[in-house]
């Protein structure tokens, strides 16, 4: 299972993205908050929502819920 990133930046919307570890667009180490194991985006998108209000999956790696 892939290991999840949320990044400290937020996006122009007000959003902080979700991503794998893998991914291409994962932010640097001093920018990203180390998530967890998860078994799909769903589950670390949760995570993530303890850490910022407005949070969205990577459209590169963790596009099920990047609707908002
Ligand atoms: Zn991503």
Same mark, same amino acid.
């Given at each position: 299972?892939?290991?999840?990133? *949320?990044?400290?930046?937020?996006?122009?919307?007000?959003?902080?993205?979700?991503?794998?570890?893998? $991914?291409?667009?994962?932010?640097?180490?001093?920018?990203?908050?180390?998530?967890? *194991?998860?078994?799909?985006?769903?589950?670390?998108?949760?995570?993530?929502?303890?850490?910022?209000?407005? *949070?969205?999956? $990577?459209?590169? $790696?963790?596009?099920?819920?990047?609707?908002?």
């Amino acid at each position: 299972m892939p290991e999840y990133y *949320v990044s400290k930046a937020a996006q122009p919307n007000g959003d902080h993205e979700v991503h794998q570890a893998e $991914c291409e667009h994962l932010p640097a180490e001093e920018n990203r908050i180390y998530l967890g *194991v998860f078994g799909d985006c769903h589950s670390a998108i949760a995570q993530a929502k303890r850490y910022y209000a407005k *949070v969205n999956g $990577c459209s590169s $790696c963790s596009q099920a819920r990047h609707t908002g």
